[in-house]
């Protein structure tokens, strides 16, 4: 009953004319254990907070360090979420080291919010519309322009 109150809200929340995508299995299989780990981590303050804080910037360091479409993909669907102030800059940065590349995946999720049906996140995790935005549209102009946000 939780779930469908708050699907319904969220659907009532979001703007009109808001699309939805799910992103691809294998994507999912790449971002959900790091989405979960946040969530928690989020939600508990405690002393395995520090290890999985640790446990999950290894799994995006990870994503920085796979140059697959897979991958590329996995990066895009995360600035959708809050991973932290220093991981979400790093983010960022991953990004636009990859170049052009990555333009049409920016516009597929640009303008999108992104959902699983495997998993309903926190707003904790969700980034804001504002810095969402504001996130896409910076790191499209950088891509666009061939710079690089932040340094290695």
Known sequence: MTSLFLAF??????P???????????VRKEVIPILDLCAKTEAT????????LFHYGKMVGTLFEERTKTSDEA???LMN?????????DLLH?????GKRMLPLLLKYRDVRVVFPEREYPS?????????TENFDNVI????????IGED
Not at 45 to 52: D, I, K, P, V
């Open 9 to 14: 809200m969220l659907a009532v929340l979001a």
């Open 16 to 26: 009109s004319g808001t699309t939805t995508v799910t992103p691809p299995l294998d």
């Open 45 to 52: 303050q405690s002393e395995s907070q520090n290890e999985r």
């Open 75 to 77: 990066l895009v669907v």
């Open 81 to 89: 979420f809050y991973i932290g102030e220093s991981l979400g800059d």
């Open 94 to 98: 991953q990004i636009t080291v990859r």
């Open 124 to 132: 904790s995790v969700l980034l804001s519309a504002d810095v969402r």
């Open 141 to 148: 102009k950088s891509v666009k322009a061939g710079k690089i």
